[in-house]
């Protein structure tokens, strides 16, 4: 099955570089980094590392905590970041700069996995959450590099896909792969999926060890520059036909509080000039954030175009939005605003992350609305109840400060694998 599953990579690589090609239209960070994605890279690096592959922007802020304790830990040991889109790259630039080394993951050739593990060294691979690919993994085993699903998940619908292709994962699963879960339930689909009961953990959910921001002063006077009091609310990573619903949602409050304020944000860059378009032809006012000037009263959306700043601007909210949760894209991080102590609105699709979002809900931390009507609907509730409001935002910040700890346990695992391989604190090994 390996030797069909090699086979099938190389004939499909035509169709994902034709893929790759056609994103680079919309978004030329895809047409950059071509050669690392299959394992060519400038120079080999000098020393080893310590790998993290975080897929994009999500699975990358989870891991910041995580990066930033292992730094802490290995001050001598440089630390490797892979991610797979632009946009993931750009955060661990904005996010770290030159303290890390950055580069795209190789894809799942023999080839190209071969090349990046002879050129970046790592003693240690950590996938964040779930990315199962037999070759990586199989490299690792050759190897003898320690491999770690951190926070890792899978859902049901997953745990029938990999089953049927258990032959290229069985040995990895096995013996190899140490697997921190999410939760409970993540770890008996792993089990059932044969991983080894000695190296399958519980470890909870790493995005409950969020890093925390700055009182944000910046955004709030930002969008209130004259001092004015105004109600704002946050929609934010939305994907396509939530920006639509977000707006319809902004008439609705807008006819009973003039004065409030949408600040809308695509998940992905290459969706900003279309919620421009569509906000223009809905007759807003508006603005962008990467033109540099401040709101005034008459501006009823503010379209953040930029990257990296939606965690501030959760802070200058009242109220939030969480997208791809509308539309069956299975929702993104709820605790970004629950950290901010404000009310979090999800739609009904949230089975990306549902031991976070039934966690909130169990708490009534969280609502759930089911269309773009329902959305308005309970903004203008919210912002007829400040003292609800706030102490549901008081409940969903409790509900994070309750389950921290992961990267604490997850380093429980990690340190010693580390530190087997002979790399001790403060230190490195002789190239």
């Known amino acids: 099955m390996r030797f069909l599953y ?18 680079g239209f919309r978004n030329r960070g895809y047409w950059h980094g071509l050669g690392e994605r299959f394992g060519w890279y400038a120079q080999p ?77 790592p003693v240690i691979a950590i996938i964040m959450e779930t990315e ?42 096995t013996h190899g792969i140490v697997i921190a879960a999410q939760s409970q339930r993540d770890a008996e689909r792993f089990l059932s999926l044969g991983a080894n009961p000695a190296r399958t953990h519980t470890v909870g959910n790493i995005k409950f060890d969020l890093e925390e921001r700055g009182s944000a002063q910046s955004p ?45 944000v695509p998940r992905h860059p290459e969706r900003f000039d279309g919620a421009a378009l569509a906000a223009e032809r809905a007759g807003f006012t508006y603005m962008r954030r990467s033109d540099g000037a401040s709101c005034t009263r008459d501006t009823q959306v503010f379209l953040l175009d ?35 102590s404000i009310p979090v609105i999800t739609g009904p699709h949230y089975f990306n992350a549902p031991d976070i979002a039934e966690a909130l809900l169990a708490r009534q931390a969280a609502i759930v609305v089911g269309d773009a009507e329902g959305l308005g609907r309970e903004v203008c509730r919210l912002f007829n109840a400040p003292e609800e409001r706030a102490a549901i935002g008081a409940r ?22 580390i530190d087997a391989a002979q790399v001790k604190p403060g230190t490195t090994r002789t190239p």
């Open 6 to 23: 090699i086979v099938a990579t190389y004939l499909l690589t035509p169709v994902v570089l034709a893929s790759l090609l056609w994103r």
């Open 45 to 121: 690096s000098q020393r080893e590392h310590i790998w993290i592959h975080a897929v994009s922007v999500g699975e990358l802020q989870a891991a910041v905590p995580l990066v930033r304790a292992l730094m802490q830990h290995y001050p001598g040991l440089r630390l490797l970041i892979s991610t797979v889109t632009p946009t993931g790259r750009a955060r661990v630039n904005s996010v770290f700069g030159g303290s890390v080394d950055l580069v795209y993951a190789p894809y799942d050739l023999p080839g190209a996995v071969g090349r990046f593990f002879q050129c970046q060294r």
């Open 132 to 173: 199962l690919w037999p070759n990586l993994f199989h490299e690792c085993g050759k190897r003898r590099v320690p491999l770690v699903l951190a926070s890792a998940r899978i859902s049901p619908r997953s745990v029938s896909r990999y089953r049927r292709f258990m032959p290229l994962f069985r040995d990895a699963l």
């Open 220 to 264: 709030r006077s930002l969008l209130m520059p004259d001092g004015n009091k105004r109600l704002v609310w946050i929609a934010a990573s939305t994907h396509q036909g939530e920006e639509a619903a977000a707006l319809t949602a902004q008439s609705a409050v807008l006819a009973e509080f003039p004065e409030a304020l949408l600040v809308l």
């Open 306 to 340: 930029t990257l990296g700043e939606l965690p501030d601007f959760f802070h200058s909210a009242d109220v939030a939005f969480v997208g791809g949760s509308l539309v069956p894209v299975g929702g993104h991080n709820l605790l970004e605003p629950a950290a901010a």
């Open 396 to 417: 969903a910040r409790a509900v994070i400060e309750a389950n921290r700890g992961t990267v604490t346990r997850l380093l429980e695992l990690i340190v010693p694998l």
